[in-house]
C-alpha cells in the first residue's frame, strides 16, 4: 500500500507539492489529472527519487517503509516503477543487456536468485507475446533512435519484465496517436492485477477510455483538489479545468 | 659541448652505445645521440608536448639496458591472448626473448625475426630505415630511440600474401634492480597486395619504475591490408613513449585499434601518410587514465594523393586526477585532391580533477575535400544515469555501463569477434566506476 501524507516538494527553489495526500491500495488504479504546471511529473520524479528534488515535509510510505529514505535503485528492487514521460536514450547500451542488467540488480537486491541468459530470454519472449510488440526493439541500444511510440511501447515492456507492484506512469499518452494509445493501454491492462497498483498520470481523459481507473484524483496548486471515480475523467474533459475554480476548491493555479 | 645540467640527460649519455659492427648504423647512431644531447628533452614551449611536462621525468636517471633480461622471470598469465596462437615475438625489457616467442612454422611470405638477428644476418634491407636522422623539436625519444635500440622487430610480408593468423608482438616491462630505460624499434613492411593482422601489446609485470621507447615504421606497398590492434596496458609506474608511422600505398588500407590503458606517463605518436591515390586510414581508439596517470595521444595524418580517406573516431575517459591529451592534426596536401578526412575525439571527466586536453587540428590545400573534425569534453549524463538507477541498477554499476557504452563505438568494428570480446573485457576492468 502507498501512502502519501501531506507532501511537499521543491524544485529548484520553487514549491511545487503543497500539502499533498493520496492512499493507493493493492490491486488499485488511480488517475492524477491536472492542469499543467500542478505538479503532476513533481509527484512521479519524487516518488522515484530523481535527484534535485526536495522533499520540505510530509511522508511518503511504501508497505510499510520509508520509500523517501530510499535510493532510486532501492526503490526499484521495493518494486516502484516509473515510466517516464521523456524515456532517456542512452547509446552503446543494448536494450536486452540493460533490462536484465536491471531484473538481475533488483532480483539481487531482494535476495533473489539471477537469471542466467536462457531464463531471461525465455521470460522476455513470454512478455512480448503478451504485449505483443516484435523483438526487433531488444537488438537496439536503449530507446536510442526510437520513435515516441517506440519509446513509451519500451517503457511499458521494460514494466512487464521488472513486474513492479506500484507503477507510476508519466503522461504516457503524450505524443502517441490513437493506435498506440490503444497498444500502450493494452500492455497496461494486461498487467492489471490484484497485486500491483498504479499511478495514472495525465494531462488528457482520452488515456483513462483505455485504461478504467478505479479512482481519478485532480492535482492543482500541488494538492488534491478533488477525488471521485472514473465519471470525475469525464467531467474534466467536459468542462475543462477551469470548472474546477467554481466547483468549491480553489484551484490555486497561481502558485 | 658542456656538462649537460639535466639528469635524465647526464645518466643517458653516460651509457655506451651498443656496438653493431656496422658502418652506417653507428653513424647513425652516433647521430642521433648528438642531436639528443644538443636538444635535451622538449619543454611544453614545444607545440606537440605543450600539454605533457616532463620536469619530472628530467630529473630521473635511467640505467641503459637490461643486462639480465634475457633471464626474467615473466608472468606467462599477462602473455596470454584467448584464440590467438599464431607467431608471436616478445621482448622483456626490450630485448629479444626466443623462449617466450613462437617464430615455429611460420606461413608463406612470412619474414618474423628481431632486430638483431636480422642485423646480424644482412642489415642491408635496413638502411633506409635505420638511417633515419630525427630532426623536429619534439623528436627527443626517437633520437633516443634511434641512438639506443639494439633490438626489436622486423617483419616483411611478400607481395601478395595473406596472412591468416594474426602476428602477436608483445613488449614486457618486467622490475630490475635500478630504474631502467629499454628501447625498441620495430620495421614492418607489406608488399603489393598483402594481407596482415597484428596484434601489439605493452604489459608489465611486477613494480616496473622504467621506461620504454618504441618506434615503429609500417609502410604498405600498393593494396596492402593491415589490420592493427594496439594494447597498451604497461606497469602503472612504467613511462612509455611510443611511435608509429605508417606509409600507405595506392589503396592500401590501414585499420588500427588502439586501447591506451597503462603506464604513469604515457606518450603516443601515431603517424600517417596516405601516400598513394585511394588509400585510406581508420583509426579508433580510447585512452583510459586515472589515478595520476597522465596519457598523451598525438595523431597526425597527412593526405597526399588522390581521392584519400581517414576516418578516426578516439574516446578519452579520465578519472580521479588523471590527464587524458589529444592532439588529431589532419593536413590534406596540395593536390590531395577528393580526401575524405573525418575525425571525431568525445571525452568523458569522472571526476572533478581529472583533465583531458583536446585539440583538432584541419588544414586543407586541396580541392573537392570532404572534412568533418570534433570535439568534445563533458560528464555522464544525468539523465541516463537516473534512468538506469530508477530501473534498479546500483550507481557504481550504471556509471560503469555508461562509460563502456561511450567507448564501445571504438571496438564495435573490429571483425576479429574473440579479441573484440577480450578487448572488450579488458576495458571494462579498467574502467573507473
Redesign the interface.
Known amino acids: 500500500m502507498l501512502k502519501i501524507e501531506n507532501l511537499h516538494a521543491r524544485v529548484e527553489g520553487k514549491d511545487i507539492l503543497k500539502g499533498l495526500s493520496l492512499t493507493v491500495k493493492p490491486g488499485e488504479v488511480h488517475a492524477i489529472m491536472g492542469p499543467n504546471g500542478a505538479g503532476k511529473s513533481t509527484l512521479g520524479n519524487v516518488l522515484s527519487g530523481r535527484e534535485g528534488y526536495e522533499v520540505t515535509a510530509g511522508s511518503v510510505s511504501w508497505n510499510g517503509i520509508d520509500l523517501l529514505a530510499l535510493e532510486p535503485e532501492a526503490r526499484a528492487a521495493a518494486g516502484v516503477f516509473l515510466a517516464f514521460q521523456y524515456p532517456v536514450e542512452i547509446p552503446g547500451v543494448n536494450n536486452t543487456y540493460f533490462l536484465r542488467a536491471a531484473l538481475n540488480a533488483q532480483r539481487k537486491a531482494r535476495g533473489e536468485a539471477e537469471l542466467d541468459s536462457m531464463q531471461f530470454l525465455k521470460l522476455v519472449r513470454e512478455k512480448l507475446k503478451i504485449m505483443q510488440i516484435s523483438d526487433e526493439l531488444l537488438h537496439r541500444a536503449v530507446n536510442e533512435g526510437f520513435s515516441g511510440g517506440e519509446k513509451k511501447r519500451n517503457e511499458i515492456f521494460q514494466m512487464a519484465v521488472l513486474e513492479p507492484r506500484l507503477a507510476i506512469l508519466d503522461e504516457t499518452d503524450s505524443g502517441l496517436d490513437i493506435d498506440a494509445l490503444k497498444q500502450v493501454a493494452g500492455g497496461v491492462n494486461a498487467l492489471r492485477s490484484p497485486e500491483r497498483s498504479f499511478l495514472v498520470v495525465t494531462h488528457y481523459q482520452r488515456l483513462l477510455d483505455y485504461i478504467v481507473p478505479d479512482h481519478v484524483h485532480v492535482l492543482a496548486g500541488g494538492r488534491i483538489v478533488e477525488s471521485g471515480d472514473k465519471t470525475l475523467a469525464h467531467k474534466l474533459e467536459e468542462h475543462g479545468y477551469a470548472w474546477l475554480a467554481e466547483h468549491g476548491e480553489p484551484a490555486g493555479a497561481q502558485a | 659541448m658542456s656538462e649537460p645540467a639535466v639528469p635524465f640527460v647526464a645518466s643517458t649519455l653516460a651509457a655506451p652505445l651498443p656496438p653493431s659492427g656496422i658502418g652506417w648504423l653507428d653513424e647513425a647512431r652516433r647521430e642521433n645521440l648528438a642531436a639528443f644531447a644538443d636538444a635535451g628533452l622538449p619543454d611544453t614551449r614545444v607545440e606537440a608536448w605543450k600539454y605533457t611536462a616532463l620536469r619530472a621525468l628530467a630529473q630521473r636517471r635511467f640505467v641503459q639496458g637490461d643486462a639480465q633480461a634475457a633471464t626474467r622471470e615473466v608472468d606467462a598469465a599477462a602473455l596470454a591472448l584467448p584464440g590467438l596462437d599464431g607467431p608471436r615475438l616478445v621482448f622483456v625489457n626490450g630485448v629479444f626473448r626466443g623462449d617466450l616467442s613462437d617464430l615455429a612454422n611460420l606461413p608463406a611470405g612470412l619474414t618474423l625475426q628481431p632486430l638483431s638477428q636480422a642485423l646480424a644476418q644482412d642489415a642491408e634491407p635496413l638502411r633506409f630505415a635505420l638511417s633515419r636522422r630525427y630532426r623536429e623539436r619534439g623528436d627527443a625519444f626517437a633520437r633516443l630511440n634511434a641512438a639506443q635500440a639494439a633490438d626489436g622487430v622486423v617483419l616483411r610480408v611478400a607481395a601478395g600474401a595473406k596472412i591468416a593468423t594474426p602476428v602477436q608482438l608483445a613488449f614486457v616491462g618486467v622490475a630490475a634492480e635500478g630504474e631502467l630505460a629499454w628501447h625498441a624499434r620495430t620495421v614492418v613492411e607489406l608488399g603489393e597486395g598483402a594481407e596482415l593482422a597484428l596484434v601489439e601489446r605493452h604489459v608489465g609485470s611486477g613494480v616496473a619504475r622504467q621506461l620504454g621507447t618504441l618506434v615503429a615504421d609500417l609502410v604498405l606497398r600498393d593494396d596492402a591490408r593491415l589490420s592493427h590492434v594496439l594494447v597498451q596496458d604497461a606497469a602503472p609506474e612504467a613511462v612509455l613513449v611510443h611511435r608509429h608511422a605508417l606509409q600507405l600505398g595506392a589503396r592500401a588500407h590501414v585499420s588500427l585499434h588502439a586501447l591506451e590503458l597503462g603506464g604513469s606517463l604515457v606518450r603516443h605518436d601515431l603517424q600517417a601518410e596516405l601516400a598513394g591515390d585511394g588509400a585510406r586510414l581508420d583509426t579508433r581508439g580510447v585512452f583510459v587514465p586515472r589515478g595520476r596517470q597522465h596519457i598523451d595521444t598525438q595523431l597526425a595524418i597527412r593526405h597526399q594523393a588522390l581521392d584519400t580517406a581517414s576516418s578516426s573516431t578516439w574516446r578519452g575517459v579520465a578519472d580521479g586526477r588523471a590527464r587524458g591529451v589529444f592532439r588529431g592534426a589532419i593536413v590534406v596536401a596540395p593536390g590531395a585532391d577528393g580526401a575524405d578526412a573525418r575525425l571525431s575525439n568525445k571525452n568523458l571527466l569522472l571526476s572533478p580533477n581529472a583533465e583531458i586536453d583536446t585539440k583538432p587540428e584541419l588544414e586543407i590545400y586541396a580541392d573537392e575535400v570532404q572534412a568533418a573534425h570534433g570535439a568534445t569534453v563533458g560528464q555522464l549524463?544525468?539523465?541516463?544515469l537516473?534512468?538506469?538507477?530508477?530501473?534498479?541498477?546500483?550507481?557504481a554499476?550504471?556509471r560503469t555501463?555508461?562509460t563502456?557504452?561511450?567507448?564501445?563505438?571504438v571496438l564495435d568494428d573490429l571483425p576479429d569477434a574473440a579479441l573484440r570480446e577480450h578487448l572488450d573485457g579488458l576495458l571494462a576492468v579498467r574502467l573507473p566506476a
Open positions: 549524463d544525468e539523465r541516463a537516473f534512468y538506469l538507477r530508477s530501473r534498479g541498477i546500483p550507481q554499476e550504471a555501463l555508461l563502456a557504452a561511450f567507448c564501445r563505438a
